[in-house]
């Protein structure tokens, strides 16, 4: 059964008409064609548990398309507004608040990388001092740490190139069976 089916089946109106369609609306007409319909009122009719349940499946197929396009047009409403607040950010705005309004605000401690967290024992750990030189563009950069010369003596040390990749090239070890 696809869906202008359906919508015959529970006479409701197709195409533009059938957009202004709610889960309500939806409900109220099932519900009364589902009473005049139903078997028990109709004991003589044969057809009747056929007919009820083929209203009962147009039903659910059209309560799951009207949920369905609910949601699309849900998401992109959300979808509308974040790209708008995304555009006020960038024109420096503060957005934080309309962020929370919307439940997509995240504060800053959750986002990037904290630099008193060592990564490697080979990188040598940012200080107050070094974390602000880092940061501005007025430090001189002898206080900042070769982090390019630690990443090298780690790919070193772990038998990696530069590039990451192992000294020796790729090897499958015996017995191991490659497929393509």
């Given at each position: 059964?696809?869906?202008?089916?359906?919508?015959?089946?529970?006479?409701?109106?197709?195409?533009?008409?059938?957009?202004?369609?709610?889960?309500?609306?939806?409900?109220?007409?099932?519900?009364?064609?589902?009473?005049?319909?139903?078997?028990?009122?109709?004991?003589?009719?044969?057809?009747?548990?056929?007919?009820?349940?083929?209203?009962?499946?147009?039903?659910?197929l059209v309560l799951q398309?009207?949920?369905?396009?609910?949601?699309?047009?849900?998401?992109?409403?959300?979808?509308?507004?974040?790209?708008?607040?995304?555009?006020?950010?960038?024109?420096?705005?503060?957005?934080?608040?309309?962020?929370?309004?919307?439940?997509?605000?995240?504060?800053?401690?959750?986002?990037?990388?904290?630099?008193?967290?060592?990564?490697?024992?080979?990188?040598?750990?940012?200080?107050?001092?070094?974390?602000?030189?880092?940061?501005?563009?007025?430090?001189?950069?002898?206080?900042?740490?070769?982090?390019?010369?630690?990443?090298?003596?780690?790919?070193?040390?772990?038998?990696?190139?530069?590039?990451?990749?192992?000294v020796g090239g790729f090897?499958?070890?015996?017995?191991?069976?490659?497929?393509?």
């Amino acid at each position: 059964m696809d869906l202008r089916e359906a919508l015959g089946l529970l006479r409701l109106p197709a195409g533009d008409a059938g957009q202004a369609l709610t889960p309500e609306t939806l409900r109220r007409q099932y519900l009364k064609l589902a009473l005049r319909t139903h078997p028990d009122k109709n004991p003589g009719d044969e057809g009747a548990a056929e007919r009820f349940q083929r209203l009962g499946a147009a039903y659910a197929l059209v309560l799951q398309t009207v949920h369905a396009e609910a949601s699309l047009l849900d998401e992109q409403q959300r979808a509308s507004s974040l790209l708008d607040l995304l555009m006020r950010a960038l024109q420096g705005e503060q957005v934080e608040e309309q962020l929370r309004a919307l439940g997509e605000y995240r504060p800053p401690a959750a986002f990037g990388i904290d630099p008193a967290v060592l990564f490697d024992s080979r990188v040598p750990p940012l200080n107050a001092n070094n974390h602000r030189a880092a940061c501005s563009d007025s430090g001189s950069g002898s206080e900042e740490p070769d982090v390019q010369q630690a990443f090298s003596r780690a790919f070193q040390d772990d038998g990696l190139t530069e590039e990451g990749d192992p000294v020796g090239g790729f090897e499958i070890p015996a017995g191991t069976e490659v497929y393509f």
